[in-house]
């Protein structure tokens, strides 16, 4: 250690541990509003594994080449490389706009960013190198490390002052650009005895029925009785007090995109987000829903807003078993909110930690080419037997009706969200919901037609039986029958797979709302302020493409 000091080295060693600790603050920068002190002590593990790590290569590299002066300038190029790392995405952004120009390959821009970066690292370790060029082209680069981390505890200070000492500053009546209500709307909330259920049924592919008439008469499927049959369902509506919404459009015409915004409270905005990166990936439904983002209190749009209102929320249905992702919100789980983070290691942290770094697409790039695959922790490990398997698959409606009241809580109000796999493929059931084998219709549209419109009456059939149910179970309930998308397998032109089944009864006083603005997003938005009695905060209708 005297040699260090008498040789003036002990300054690069500094500088070597400055560089290490610049990811952390970026990432604390980044994410300041949205950590709490379960992720700061995941970044105290991080750093402290990457300091020993750090230690010990520096010792056991001193210990194996006895010259201080290569040791040195090997642990400063580390540092950097562990720096430059961070900066992966946008050189991966940039080296996309450059080959997309000639082709577009993911993989293409994978290894021609890794490729800069190992460029990099070389020139670095080439200049500080003792050379001519080492001192200047080092005392450049410290004040440069300097000013960065300088620029980044003067930011994290403003974010602590603003979050900390300005908060009385902030006016109740004004919303919070991520919440549907002001404070006071919430303490108003908090007190009202008159807040409804709410049951937000997403209808897989249930195309609108205008649609499924327009459908039916292109393959030459429509007759007087299928006219009648219509009809006679819009009257039912009509005379249980639903409201159902012609020319009603999704807000993406998919799954993941549609009920992720959902999950927002808005359309999601990924026009500059990477499509393979962690970030889009955990926008999306079901990811959104994770159980180790919700260990850290990282809960999307919606579910923040029904916590600081004291409702439920409860999840049935999707074709993975909700157990698999987040078994805290099956709405036959009866403790609430309980999410206690049993692992050392958070690999939702961990994995944001690393976003901007390649380590997360050459995991993907290995695993797909090699067929590598790493279970994780974080990984439930539950069997399905048939039966769940099943019921996570297709019809949960019967299941729901059958079984809810073991689980609902009087002074409890919820949120139920259900996903019912129908009319979607897998067509296995008739159009009395009796189950058959399924027919493949390879390539057939005659035959899947013929297989979506029983599946498509048999929808029908659960949701007025549904509708039955919450007549005697809970009349004033808020309830929303919507698809996530239409059938988009036979006809794509113009907006027809944007075309949703929307179905929905509301109080008398949001009657009016019932227009067809309402799609994906404005449905869940409209739901939850009819339920509470607040003012309704509707978007401007638009339609996404992924």
Known sequence: MMKLIKNNLLKKISLSFLILIIPFFEFINVNFYKIDSIVYKQLSIYMLVTFILFYLSFYFFYIFSKNIEKTI????????????????????????????????????????????????????????????????????????????????????????????????????NTLTPTSLFSNKEIEKIRTNKDNKNIYFIIMDGMASLEQYEFLLRE????????????????????????????????????????????????PLELNKLNKKSLKYQNLLYPAVLTKNKFEINNFPNLIEDLYKIDYDFKWLGYKLNCKFVNPNLCYDYENKKSYKNKSI????????????????????????KLKIDITLPDREKIKLNEKNDLNSRNEVLSEFILNVNKYQKNNINYFY????????????????????????????????????????????KKIKEFIEFI???????????????????????????????????????????LTNEIDSVNAVRLSINCATGTKVKLLKRKIYSE
Not at 345 to 368: A, Q, V, W
Request: charged share 20%.
């Open 219 to 266: 393959a030459n499927f429509f007759s007087d009785k299928t006219q009648k049959y219509i009809k006679d369902n819009r009257q039912f509506f009509l005379k249980k007090n639903f409201t159902y919404i012609e020319d009603s459009y999704s807000t993406f015409n998919d799954t993941h995109h549609t009920l992720g915004s959902i999950m927002n409270l808005k």
């Open 471 to 513: 007549d005697l179970h809970d009349p004033d309930a808020i309830v929303v029958f919507q698809a996530d998308h239409g059938e988009k397998i036979t006809l794509n032109r113009n907006n027809n797979k944007y075309k949703i089944f929307n179905l929905i009864k509301v109080p008398n006083l949001c009657k009016k709302y």
């Open 73 to 172: 300038c090997f642990f400063l190029t580390i540092s950097f490389s562990f720096w430059i790392f961070f900066k992966f995405e946008p050189i991966r952004l940039f080296t996309s706009s450059i080959t997309d120009l000639f082709i577009k390959s993911s993989i293409l821009q994978l290894f021609l960013a890794l490729f800069f970066l190992i460029v990099t690292i070389i020139i670095f370790f080439l200049l500080i190198k003792k050379n001519r060029y080492s001192k200047i082209f080092f005392s450049f680069f410290s004040y440069f490390i300097l000013i960065q981390l300088l620029v980044l505890m003067f930011n994290l200070f403003f974010l602590i002052k603003n979050n900390f000492f300005d908060k009385e500053l902030i006016n109740k």
């Open 417 to 460: 969200f259900i996903h019912n796999i129908l009319p979607s493929d897998p067509f296995i059931f008739d159009e009395d919901c009796n189950k058959k084998n399924h027919v493949k219709d390879d390539g057939d549209m005659n035959i899947y037609l013929k297989n979506y419109s029983k599946n498509y009456k048999c929808a029908l």
């Open 345 to 368: 290691i958070n690999f939702y942290i961990l994995k944001s930690f690393l976003i901007n770094t390649p380590t997360l697409e050459l995991y993907g790039f290995f695993r797909n």
